[in-house]
């Protein structure tokens, strides 16, 4: 089992840039097959996709509203992925989670990830 950890959080202006962490912990965790993604879900809405590393090779994916502002990576030592946000916007608002899965196909939607994180909260005031 892979247990996620997210932090980084935090109520912040528009404009402002956050740096959210996710830790990985778990011997099943893979580094050759398993990706890391992040999530969102605001008030009222369905989780959503954000943004996703492959560990193996660092092949990323974003989701057209973050494209240009949030940049992910992967820390291969301390096995941990970074969503370094910018340009934050109140849509930013959510609650953040980070999630892993094995020889995952559909990266941008979240049915193959198999280990969740309990979220951290973003807000973007204006």
């Known amino acids: 089992q892979v247990k996620l950890v997210e932090s980084g959080g935090g109520l912040v202006q528009v404009g402002d840039s956050l740096n959210l962490n996710c830790e990985v912990f778990?011997?099943?965790?893979?580094?050759?097959?398993?990706?890391v993604g992040w999530f969102r879900q605001a008030p009222g809405k369905e989780r959503e996709f954000v943004a996703a590393?492959?560990?193996?090779?660092?092949?990323?994916a974003y989701a057209d509203s973050v494209k240009g502002r949030f940049t992910i990576s992967r820390d291969n030592a301390k096995l941990t992925v970074e969503l370094q946000m910018n340009s934050l916007k109140p849509e930013d608002t959510a609650i953040y989670f980070c999630a892993t899965g094995r020889d995952i196909i559909s990266t941008m939607t979240d049915l193959e990830y198999t280990s969740w994180g309990q979220g951290t909260q973003v807000t973007v005031s204006s």
């Open positions: 590393i492959t560990w193996e090779r660092g092949t990323t």
């Open positions: 778990g011997r099943t965790f893979n580094r050759y097959r398993n990706t």
